[in-house]
């Protein structure tokens, strides 16, 4: 069976994503910081499919590296990464924001992505044909808000590092695609909120936001095209969601 690398599998898409690739019989590498969420996903989906879960801070580049160069052979031929671990801080203007939240962002989004990404390649380029990275960018990465500053930067990050990794893995086979999503329900807004339970409500309620199994859903679909196909981006939103008009400031 071919094998999956999800990071940030604990929740959210993540987890999502670890369920839709189980039902279709794929071996899964789950990975994330908080390992009593790791182990009941393995005593969830390891009845139905091999699991092997890393509890690891995509943001430690010697850890990230022992992890999968330690790997053993069964777990080596990675058909697809899916580098989802990330996160949103700071909902206050980037003249409020405390510079530790945006290093986390840009530590998390940006450097983390990296590590893991840089680490697994070789293993992506072996596995050949019908490989693929599934970077989880977001719809921030080109649509200004306000708040977005240094979130919705890390995002525009990950959007050209997965149209340039194209460009240098061409012949590979690997392919690379940047799934955009807008807003979705999952542990996101807690964490932006820094735990404020209420926000997160006052966000999803009556938003009939994304579920993370719709993300699930497109993260499978473009790894399992047939292997001459690549979907560079694809960007996705609630219908509820769209566009708001120039804010114009007025003497
Ligand atoms: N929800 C939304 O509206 C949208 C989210 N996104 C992006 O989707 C991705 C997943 O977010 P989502 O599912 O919504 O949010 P969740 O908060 O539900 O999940 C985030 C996941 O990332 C993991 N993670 C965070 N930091 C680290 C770290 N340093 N090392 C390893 N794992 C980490 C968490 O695991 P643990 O804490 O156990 O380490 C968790 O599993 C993120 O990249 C986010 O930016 C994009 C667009 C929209
Ligand atoms: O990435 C998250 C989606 S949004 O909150 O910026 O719309």
Redesign the pocket.
Known sequence: MPIALI?????????ATAYRFAEAGWSLIL????SE?LATLEAELGAKVDVLTLT????DAEAVKAAIDGLDAQWREITCLVN?????LALEPAQRVDLNDWHTMI???IT?LVNVTHAVLPLLIATGKGASIVN?????ASNPYPGSHV?GAT?AFVQQFSYNLRCDLKGSGVRVTDV????????????RSKGDEQASKRLYDGAN??Q?ED?AAQVFYVATLPEHININRLEIMPTSQSWSPFSIERE
Not at 31 to 34: D, E, L, Q
Not at 84 to 88: D, I
Not at 136 to 140: N, R
Not at 180 to 191: D, H, I, K, R
């Open positions: 990071t940030g599998a604990t929740s959210g898409f993540g987890r990975t994330g910081r908080r969420r690891l801070d995509v943001r989802n671990a990330g996160l949103a530590d998390t989004n983390g989880i960018g977001s719809v921030a979130y995002k955009a999503p807008g807003m979705a329900e999952t542990e996101f807004m807690l964490v936001p994304l993370p993300i």
